[in-house]
């Protein structure tokens, strides 16, 4: 059976982590492997993957056969672009100097896009949080004058009471003063 590069889970229910291994293909998942590659962190954003680029294009390069997942992170970190590049300098295609010119440039470009993809997720974020705190002192203003308005209400009910009372209690007062002048 050949060697697989596949994932291997570790991690929390609902919190996987992932370590890039070399294994054989008849080895359970999270079983024995013969070499750890790197990790894959799916919960960051964009995912966190750290890789031995070297040895992962060794390892294709003697016949290991990466799994569906394990194939699309290679791809995304360059390996199999740069096994690509391997094979046309050992057929006599391309010079070694031109292979990793190629390699760089795509790195340099992978690279941007990512940094592009995280300023994004950062101002989405900071978007959220400004939107967030909007709503927020609407919501408070909205609650603060619903309070005054009531206190308002509140106030004029006591001086209008006050105000009866007063009246309620003038003219017994007159009253009163009235029978004791005669």
């Known amino acids: ?10 991690g929390k229910k609902n919190q996987p982590f992932y370590h890039i291994v070399v294994a054989d293909g008849r080895a359970p998942r999270d079983g024995r492997f013969i ?11 964009p995912a ?6 070297d040895k992962a294009v060794e390892w294709l390069k003697n016949g290991a056969q990466p799994s569906d997942t394990a194939r699309r992170i290679l791809s995304y970190k360059g390996a199999l672009l740069k096994r690509h590049l391997q094979i046309g300098v050992e057929k006599g295609a391309i010079s070694q100097e031109q292979a990793d010119v190629k390699f760089n440039e795509w790195l340099k470009a992978k690279e ?3 940094a592009n993809v995280k300023s994004e997720v950062d101002n989405a974020k900071r978007d959220s949080k400004k939107a967030a705190m909007e709503a927020e ?12 308005a009531k206190r308002q209400a509140a106030a004029e009910a006591e001086a209008a009471a006050k105000a009866e ?4 209690e003038a003219p017994a007062e ?3 003063e009235a029978p004791a002048a005669e």
Request: charge should be positive.
């Open 48 to 53: 966190t993957i750290d890789l031995n680029l």
């Open 165 to 168: 009372a007063e009246a309620a």
């Open 35 to 45: 070499e750890k590659l790197g990790t894959y962190n799916p919960l960051t954003n």
């Open 1 to 10: 059976m050949p060697a697989r590069i596949r994932l291997q889970r570790h």
């Open 174 to 176: 007159e009253a009163a």
């Open 137 to 148: 002192k609407k919501a408070n203003e909205a609650k603060a004058a619903a309070v005054a």
């Open 112 to 114: 941007t896009k990512i």
